[in-house]
C-alpha cells in the first residue's frame, strides 16, 4: 500500500494535501477493510515517509494490534546528497509491515547471492562439504565459557579477556573430535569452528535496511517508467523501482499467492507480481488506470524486459481481467462539471430528479428551484448541484443490478455473479 503521503507535494492526482487528522482518517477507514480482507497469515506493507510515519505507527498499532507489529523497513530512495536542503538531506522512506496474525507469518528467506557463496571454501576435503568459520568467543563474559582446553595437537585455547567460549567445555571437546574446528593451514593456529553450508538455512534472513544498490532508488523507478511511456510527460514524479516490490513479494509470498494493491498507482506491484506468477488484484481510481496502469501491464504480458524481468526471467505471457465500476452519481458529476450553459444544466437537472441518488439533507426540486438559486453564477450552480448528490451512490451497488432502469446487460450480470459469489456455470 503506497498510499498519499499527506505532503502538500501532489505528484499525482490524489489529494495529498490533506490535514493530519482527515489523513488518518482516510488511512483509518481503508486499513481496517485491508485487515479485513487478509488471511490470519497474511501481512500488510505501507510506505510512507516521515510526515505521517510515527502517527501512522500508532494507528496501525490500533487497528493491527502492537503484538502483530512485525518490523519497519527503512528504503533508501536516494543516493548523494541534496545540498540546497533546508535542514537535512533526507535519504529514505519507510515501509511498515504488520501481519494479521504475526505468528502465522513466516517471512521467506532471500537466495544467497554469488558473493555470499564464495565465502564458502573446503580446504581440508571435508566429506560434508564446503563451509566457513566464525570465532569460537563472543562479547561478555560467561562461567560456562571461562575455561581453558588443550587440544591433542598441542594447541591450547582460552577466549580473551571479556569474553566468553561459545561452547561449553564438553561442547568444545566434542566439536574437536567431529573435525568441527579448524586450526589453519599449518594446523597450530587458534581454533575457529567450522559452520557447514549444507548444515545451515538455505537462505538469508532479510535486512530492514532497504539499500539502493539491491532494491533501486526514485530515480531508477523514473527510468523504469519513462521507458514503458516515453511519449508522455505526465507520469508519476515519484514512482517506485520494481526491485523493491519484488524484494517484498520474495519476503511474503510465493508463486500463486494472491498480491493486493488499491492504490495501484502507475501498476508497479501488479507488474512485479505478474512477473513473479502472483495473482493480483489492482483498484485504482483516478483516470491514468486506463492509459497508464492497464497499458503497462499489457506491455508486461507483451513480455517487455524493463525493471526486474530478466532478474526473474520474465518473458511474457499470462493476461488480466480489467473491469470498470458501472457509474451512477459519479456520471452525473461528470456530467455536471462538463457543462457549458445553463441549458445543458436546466437538462442534467432533469435526469438528477428521475435517475439520480439525492442527499437526503437536500430537497432538489424545491432548493433548485427557487430565486435564490436561479441568481447564482453557472460556475456556483455547478458546485451545488454536484453538492446535491449522494457520493455514496457513485456506483450501481451489486444489489440493484437487476433494477431495469440502470439497464445492466446480461453479460455483465453475469461476470458481477461470478466476481461476487466466486462460481460460474462455465
Not at 492526482?13 to 488471511?39: P, Q
Not at 573435525?179 to 593456529?189: A, D, P, V
Not at 517487455?304 to 526473474?312: I, L, P, R
Request: net charge negative; hydrophobic share 35%; glycine share 6%.
Amino acid at each position: 500500500m503506497d498510499p498519499p503521503y499527506n505532503t502538500g507535494n501532489d505528484s499525482f492526482n490524489y489529494n495529498d494535501r490533506f490535514n493530519h487528522s482527515t489523513w488518518l482518517t482516510f488511512m483509518k477507514n481503508r486499513l481496517e477493510i485491508a485487515r479485513e480482507l487478509l488471511r490470519d497469515d497474511g501481512v500488510i506493507f505501507v510506505q510512507c515517509d516521515d510526515n505521517e510515519q510515527a502517527y501512522l505507527k500508532v494507528l496501525m498499532d490500533e487497528i493491527f494490534g502492537r503484538e502483530n507489529f512485525v518490523a519497519c523497513f527503512v528504503w533508501e530512495k536516494k543516493g548523494g546528497r541534496q545540498n540546497d536542503a533546508k535542514f537535512y538531506s533526507v535519504n529514505h522512506e519507510y515501509i511498515l509491515n504488520y501481519g494479521k496474525v504475526k505468528e502465522y507469518f513466516k517471512p521467506n528467506l532471500m537466495a544467497r547471492t554469488e558473493e555470499m557463496l564464495s565465502m564458502y571454501k573446503n580446504p581440508d576435503n571435508d566429506p560434508r562439504g564446503v563451509w566457513t568459520s566464525i570465532t569460537l568467543h563472543a562479547k561478555d563474559e560467561s562461567s560456562q565459557g571461562n575455561y581453558s582446553i588443550t587440544f591433542d595437537n598441542g594447541v591450547t585455547y582460552q577466549a580473551p579477556s571479556g569474553t566468553h567460549a561459545r561452547l561449553s567445555y564438553e561442547n568444545m571437546q566434542k566439536a574437536y573430535k567431529e573435525n568441527r574446528l579448524w586450526f589453519g593451514e599449518s594446523g597450530k593456529n587458534t581454533p575457529r569452528l567450522k559452520k557447514f553450508l549444507s548444515e545451515i538455512k538455505d537462505g538469508v534472513t532479510h535486512n530492514t535496511l532497504l539499500v539502493q544498490q539491491e532494491v533501486g532508488n526514485t530515480q531508477k523507478a523514473k527510468q523504469e517508467i519513462k521507458t514503458l511511456f516515453s511519449d508522455r510527460n505526465d507520469l508519476f514524479a515519484t514512482p517506485k523501482p520494481e526491485a523493491l516490490l519484488q524484494r517484498i513479494l520474495e519476503i511474503s509470498t510465493n508463486e500463486n499467492d494472491l498480491v493486493l494493491d488499491f492504490f495501484a498507482g502507475s501498476g508497479t506491484t501488479l507488474a512485479v507480481a505478474h512477473k513473479m506468477k502472483r495473482r493480483y488484484i489492482g483498484i485504482e481510481q483516478m483516470d491514468y488506470i486506463e492509459s497508464i496502469t492497464k497499458e503497462r501491464l499489457k506491455n508486461v504480458i507483451d513480455g517487455e524486459q524493463g525493471g526486474v524481468s530478466k532478474a526473474v526471467s520474465w518473458s511474457g505471457g499470462g493476461s488480466l481481467i480489467y473491469c470498470e465500476l458501472a457509474n451512477l452519481n459519479a456520471k452525473f458529476i461528470d456530467m455536471i462539471e462538463n457543462s457549458s450553459d445553463e441549458n445543458e444544466l436546466n437538462q442534467i437537472y432533469e435526469k438528477l430528479i428521475k435517475f439520480a441518488f439525492i442527499d437526503y439533507r437536500v430537497d432538489i426540486q424545491n432548493d433548485l428551484k427557487d430565486l435564490e438559486f436561479a441568481a447564482l453564477e453557472f460556475i456556483e450552480k455547478k458546485r451545488i448541484l454536484k453538492k446535491c448528490l449522494d457520493r455514496n451512490m457513485d456506483y450501481i451497488p451489486y444489489a440493484d443490478m437487476e433494477d431495469s432502469d440502470y439497464k445492466i446487460d446480461e453479460r455483465t450480470k453475469k461476470l458481477n455473479d461470478i466476481f461476487y459469489k466466486g462460481s460460474s456455470d462455465e
